[in-house]
């Protein structure tokens, strides 16, 4: 077992060129958008744990007004049978279909020593010849939940960036306090490592109190992405079946209250919707007329 300092490795399996995907908890997780899908893929692959970054050092397990970070356990019958903590850990599976295998991060935004977690970071995709980082991240939106939930990225490099508009994304423009993430895709930035920071809109409908803690559309909509990036030929019909559930469930809402429908359709006039397809193989400068093709018929 290999035992750097902030990071514990526990094997070293023989990767391919592989492509990191990070799902963080904390600040920008709407929906589960980040942890979700990295979750739904360790599940789904399946992948095998392999490094962790211990908690202790960069977590606070209670912060004054903020979702706690205390671990968990189980007691039964007067005997304590579980105790666990909140996750930092990296899975791998090695993908038939590709010449890059995966890593996938299952992390927990840090409260202490972001520049010390961003290393032990980093440090894996050293030893194991990262070649890109994918960050997820959602954020609450008023996304009318009969729509498909829209993505945006931020990237370290113009030639990322053009590359993933054929992967049905907007660009992000931002300014203001950042996220741990935010601060990972500027010091990759100045280490030269790619990386890509994916962040879908989670449907929060603030005037009804109504906040989806998990919602599997946004999720859907990051894992079907990432199966073209990745080439990693998954089948999503579980989310499908589950999305069903979901918008069942919130169309019986509507059908219930006249003023939560009215406000629903107001949603759905106003939202401008940009449906994911099976990327094509074109050019930066082709994908960009025909993204603004598309806009100006839709403003048509």
């Not at 990051?222 to 999503?236: E, I, P, S, T, Y």
Request: proline share 5%.
């Amino acid at each position: 077992m290999e035992q750097p300092e902030n990071v514990i490795i526990t094997e070293r399996p023989g990767l391919r060129r592989p492509v990191m995907v990070c799902g963080i908890s904390g600040w920008v997780d709407g929906g589960e958008a980040a942890t979700g899908s990295v979750e739904y893929l360790i599940r789904k692959l399946p992948a095998k744990q392999f490094a962790e970054i211990p908690i202790d050092r960069f977590h606070i397990f209670q912060v004054p007004g903020q979702i706690a970070s205390r671990p968990q356990v189980k007691i039964e019958d007067g005997v304590i049978t579980g105790h666990s903590y909140h996750n930092n850990q990296f899975h791998y599976w090695v993908n038939p279909g590709s010449e890059s295998d995966v890593i996938l991060f299952d992390g927990t935004e840090p409260n202490l020593h972001w520049t010390e977690f961003a290393d032990a970071i980093l440090h894996v995709v050293e030893k194991f010849g990262v070649s890109r980082i994918y960050l997820l991240g959602g954020v609450l939106d008023k996304t009318p939940h009969t729509r498909e939930p829209n993505v945006s990225c931020a990237c370290t490099t113009s030639e990322l960036k053009e590359e993933m508009l054929k992967y049905g994304v907007r660009y992000t423009s931002y300014e203001g306090p950042s996220r741990f993430g935010t601060t990972l895709l500027y010091i990759c930035q100045q280490r030269g490592i790619e990386m890509v920071s994916l962040t879908a809109r989670a449907t929060y409908y603030p005037e009804f109190n109504i906040v989806i803690s998990h919602n599997p559309k946004t999720i859907r909509a990051m894992v079907r992405r990432l199966d073209g990036l990745l080439q990693l030929g998954l089948d999503v019909s579980d989310l499908d079946q589950e999305i069903a559930t979901f918008e069942e469930r919130l169309g019986s809402m509507a059908n219930r209250s006249s003023e939560f429908r009215s406000y629903l359709e107001k949603l759905e006039r106003d939202y401008v919707e940009v449906k994911y397809q099976e990327p094509l193989e074109l050019s930066g400068d082709e994908a960009v007329r025909i993204a603004e093709d598309l806009l100006r018929g839709r403003t048509e």
